[in-house]
């Protein structure tokens, strides 16, 4: 489900926003996008790579593994922003684990949440062929203007 986010918007939908966005080296004119799911489906994804880095960042150097922080931070920041403005209602249940007087408070799962179809969500976006593979060289208008991919030097 993380693959296939990033998508391709007209510069008349990015007027909506009244923002900017990374351009397309296609001379399109269209930008890139998101879908905030994605987003926060990736953003999980980051902080589970954190919980076990000998096994996600084996070669990772002090200043790649410091850069990191900075983007768990972010994305922290942003699944807490989709917490708060989702305001998910479902409740949670609890229930006692353990054994022997060591007894533990656990929410209880699964809990049934009412949820949207990724197909429905993303209906439109690949029948409209607007998704993006952002890895590819040259597809995104680089800062210089000149077309670049969103891998950095050394491929990550």
Known sequence: MLEGGNMRITQSEM???????VRMADGSGDHLAKMGFYHELHCLYKLKTHLYPSHYYPNATPAF??????????????????????GDTTLTL???????GEERLETKYPV????YREDELLGWSRREKRMVDINVPGILEGPDGQGQSH???DGT
């Open 15 to 21: 007027s909506l926003f009244n923002s900017s966005s």
């Open 65 to 86: 593994m410091e850069e990191e922080l900075e983007h768990l931070e972010h994305c922290i920041e942003w699944i807490r922003t989709a917490a708060v403005c989702r």
């Open 151 to 153: 891998l950095s030097s």
């Open 94 to 100: 609890f229930e006692w684990a353990g054994k022997d």
């Open 112 to 115: 049934p949440h009412m949820c």
